[in-house]
């Protein structure tokens, strides 16, 4: 939802939802987005 130049609403943002993501991926040390965990498996494997 668009709100002005700027600024926008997210439930998400709202609920709590992103930051909860983001400790458990600082946690884990396993990104939960997929480009996220190809990345990681990437550099693992020695491709990047």
């Not at 946690?27 to 990681?40: M, W």
């Given at each position: ?15 709590g ?12 040390g ?7 965990r ?11």
């Amino acid at each position: 939802m668009k709100l002005g130049p700027g600024l926008t609403f997210s439930w998400k943002r709202a609920l709590g939802v992103t930051s909860a993501k983001r400790k458990i991926s600082r946690a884990t040390g396993i990104p939960l987005t997929r480009n996220g965990r190809r990345a990681k498996l990437g550099k693992f494997l020695g491709m990047k």
